[in-house]
């Protein structure tokens, strides 16, 4: 078995975790873990493809992973946010309540 | 009987005749803006009226002294000024207006008595709330005839005439409040219509045969030569020239408005208006409107005279004018109303002056016009005096000695009635009843019209002998004190009193002046006339009908001072020929049962008409068309309706299936996004499969 298939392997486990941690949580903060964990499933494998790929000099894969892990800051102070403020307005932070949206 | 002499119009027409047009045109301004004031602006009123028709009447004595310095030069004046109104295809439409001695005359008469009646009104009516409206009507009545007087074109002449016939329906019917004196005006209004159909039919038919609108117009107009030949030539029906036909409907106009017979029936009644109305038009103006018409075409009624002069139009003309001389006399004789006497005695002179027209030309039957508007204004100013002065009562068996109550009035009136019976030498009235007798004497077809006219003449000196005996002598039968009228009214009455004596001079048989200037010759004196034995008879005759007239009126009224409720003297006498007299031949009784009987007939056959079939026509096309939108209704709410609920229902319900999938649930969303993505990586893994 060669490392990057265990990489690939490690990766794909921690992205199955995170989707059904955000599948089936009803707290929304729990659901927002899952997206972490998705988004660091991907960048494990753009490190991955980067370290085993044909230019591991190029830096590449890292520039995407430094840049993804931003994003996903970025994307967590904005869901905490959005949290914070639905709790504010509707006392709590269960998403099956939260269908107001619904068509 | 002299040959007509025809009028070559002047190529240049001097300045006068070039603003002819302000004459009529001020009094109807002043009469539009008259129609702008407001009720109790009667001063306004008055000095607008007024001092337009005086300018006329300067105008008009310029435009008369202009025409007689020209004759007497021995050039005719006869200036015309003519413009296209409009033109449609080849076919112009003229308008113009006309100078000449005709014209001239009676722009001077029209003027002058028209004034003096507009003074006298301003007494008449200064206690009528209306006064204004009053004036505004005058104004206009009085430019429209001005119109009638100075039109070339017989376009102009007959919109003048119709503006006349409405202005005298405005004034009969004056005071509408009374049932009456709308009625009248009514059927003043019908009566002259029947005539101006047939006068434009005359005028359209004048019009077709050539070409032309215009009386003068260098030779080329419908009443001069060349026109006239054309229509000499062209026959109508019953062996007649289309010349004659013309002619005859043209008089039947003149007829309606100068109240001959069978159309006088509507003057009588016109005596509803107030006096200075009655005085304006039914004695000086408006009547005579009928004459001055014939006269103006008198080329055309002319026109193939034979050697004896008379054409078969003249000939109706005489005989239709002394019937009504008699007819209007007869029925005068029995009237009560002081108003209606001489309504019918102005029936009676109108016919004197067609028959002048019909028997002796253009000067004999307007000499008569010029004095009887002189003398039979006076009259009617006269008659209206008594009334304002009796407090409005115009049964003549109400009033008596008013001689003493009203001395002034008294007078001028004497003066006018022995105008009007022709008492000889003094009067006016003489001269030119004289004229129209002599022509009558001498006519070649016949003497009838002669002995007509000369009844005539007596029955008039009889019924005037008669009025006057009631109203001024005796003793007084009224109930309230009699009172002589204010100086604005009795002195028109004092200048008309002057002229009715007077204007005899310009027509006697040793000076003819009138007549040669209306004829176009040199005026002699010769006093040689005065003793020609034709003459002596005829002064004989006239003195023989006056003394009779008069002397057998006095032995029947004169100073006897008859209970008012007491029978009059002719009706004791012969109460058979009284009551038809009274009744005036049955005239309005024989139209109302046969015409008016007959319209009522056809207006309830209309009606019914209308009612029953072509109301029900309507009612069944509006039964066919609720039918149909009744079927429109049906399929509308079950078809179309139907149709577009049906689709709007499949359109909610695919809606709401797609809206169930939105079901607010995040996490949903999400489940179904990871499922779709686990479905394409498995196609595509499956896909590229080797």
Redesign the interface.
């Known amino acids: 078995m060669t490392p990057l298939a265990s990489y690939l392997l490690v990766a794909a486990l921690v992205f199955a975790i995170g989707?059904a941690g955000?599948?089936?949580r009803r707290n929304a903060i729990l659901?927002l873990i899952g997206i972490e964990l998705m988004l660091n499933a991907a960048n494990l494998n753009f490190i991955a493809f980067w370290r085993y790929g044909p230019h591991p000099e190029a830096l590449t894969g890292m520039m995407f992973a430094i840049f993804s892990i931003a994003v996903a800051a970025a994307e967590a102070a904005v869901g905490l946010g959005l949290v914070i403020a639905i709790y504010r307005h509707a006392q709590t932070t269960d998403?099956?309540k939260?269908?107001?949206?619904?068509? | 009987m002299q040959a007509a002499t025809l009028f070559t119009p002047q190529l240049a027409a001097s300045p006068i005749a070039k603003i002819l047009w302000l004459i009529p045109a001020m009094p109807i301004v002043a009469s539009g803006v008259i129609s702008l004031l407001k009720q109790p602006r009667r001063k306004a009123a008055t000095v607008l009226s007024i001092g337009s028709l005086s300018f006329s009447l300067l105008l008009s004595l310029i435009a008369f002294a202009h025409v007689v310095a020209g004759w007497a030069q021995g050039a005719a004046v006869c200036e015309t000024v003519n413009f296209t109104w409009f033109q449609f295809g080849s076919t112009t439409v003229d308008l113009g207006w006309v100078l000449d001695p005709l014209s001239s005359v009676m722009l001077v008469m029209v003027t002058f008595v028209g004034l003096l009646i507009f003074i006298y009104s301003i007494g008449y009516m200064a206690h009528d709330e209306n006064y204004t409206r009053f004036f505004c009507f005058l104004s206009l009545f009085a430019g429209a005839m001005l119109g009638v007087v100075i039109s070339n074109s017989i376009l102009l002449l007959f919109m003048s005439w119709e503006i006349v016939g409405l202005t005298s329906y405005l004034l009969i019917g004056f005071w509408y409040q009374k049932p009456s004196a709308a009625a009248a005006a009514k059927k003043a209004f019908l009566t002259t219509r029947v005539g101006d159909i047939f006068f434009l039919l005359g005028i359209v038919w004048l019009f077709a045969q050539t070409g032309t609108l215009l009386f003068y117009n260098h030779g080329a107009g419908s009443i001069e030569g060349w026109a006239l030949t054309g229509l000499l030539a062209q026959p109508a029906a019953l062996g007649l020239s289309a010349a004659t036909a013309i002619g005859l409907l043209i008089f039947a106009g003149a007829a309606g408005k100068s109240g001959q017979l069978p159309l006088h029936v509507w003057l009588p009644d016109a005596m509803e208006g107030p006096t200075p109305v009655s005085a304006l038009i039914h004695a000086a103006t408006m009547v005579a409107a009928g004459v001055y018409l014939i006269a103006r075409v008198y080329p055309l009624m002319q026109a193939g005279a034979l050697a004896g002069g008379t054409t078969p139009a003249l000939t109706v003309v005489t005989w239709v004018g002394a019937s009504t001389a008699l007819f209007a006399a007869l029925i005068a004789v029995a009237q009560n109303d002081i108003k209606r006497i001489l309504a019918y005695s102005t029936i009676s002179q109108l016919g004197y002056m067609m028959a002048g027209l019909g028997l002796g030309g253009v000067a004999v039957g307007m000499f008569h016009l010029i004095t009887h508007a002189f003398f039979k204004a006076l009259l009617f100013m006269g008659a209206g005096s008594v009334i304002h002065g009796c407090h409005e009562e115009q049964d003549i068996r109400k009033m008596g000695g008013l001689k003493s109550a009203m001395p002034l009035t008294f007078a001028t009136y004497g003066i006018g009635m022995l105008a009007l019976c022709g008492v000889p030498i003094f009067f006016s009235g003489f001269w030119s009843k004289d004229a129209i007798l002599e022509s009558a004497h001498g006519w070649p077809l016949s003497q009838a019209p002669f002995y007509m006219l000369v009844f005539g003449a007596v029955l008039t000196a009889f019924y005037m002998t008669r009025q006057i005996s009631y109203v001024f002598f005796g003793a007084y039968r009224g109930h309230n004190h009699a009172h002589e009228s204010p100086r604005v009214m009795t002195t028109p009455l004092a200048i008309l009193a002057f002229f009715a004596v007077a204007l005899g001079v310009i027509g006697t048989p040793a000076w003819p002046w009138f007549r040669a200037f209306l004829d176009n010759r040199a005026a002699d004196v010769s006093l040689h006339a005065f003793a020609e034995p034709a003459w002596l008879m005829l002064l004989l005759t006239s003195c023989v009908i006056v003394v009779l007239g008069i002397g057998f009126g006095w032995t029947l009224y004169g100073n006897k001072s008859p209970n008012a409720e007491a029978p009059d003297a002719l009706e004791r006498a012969v109460p058979w020929i009284w009551a038809v007299l009274r009744d005036k031949f049955y005239v309005d009784e024989f139209y109302g049962a046969t015409f008016i009987a007959f319209y009522e007939w056809w207006a309830r056959v209309a009606d019914w008409l209308d009612r029953r079939v072509w109301g029900g026509a309507v009612a069944a096309v509006t039964w066919l068309f609720g039918l149909w939108a009744q079927l429109n209704r049906f399929l509308d709410t079950n078809v179309v309706d139907g149709t577009f609920d049906k689709g709007c229902e499949e359109i909610s319900t695919g809606g709401g299936l797609l809206a169930s999938i939105q079901s607010g649930r995040v996490q949903n969303y999400l489940r179904i996004l990871a499922l779709a993505v686990v479905a394409l990586v498995a196609i595509l893994i499956w896909s590229s499969r080797p």
Request: proline share 0%; net charge positive.
């Open positions: 989707l955000a599948l089936v659901v998403l099956d939260m269908n107001r949206m619904k068509g």
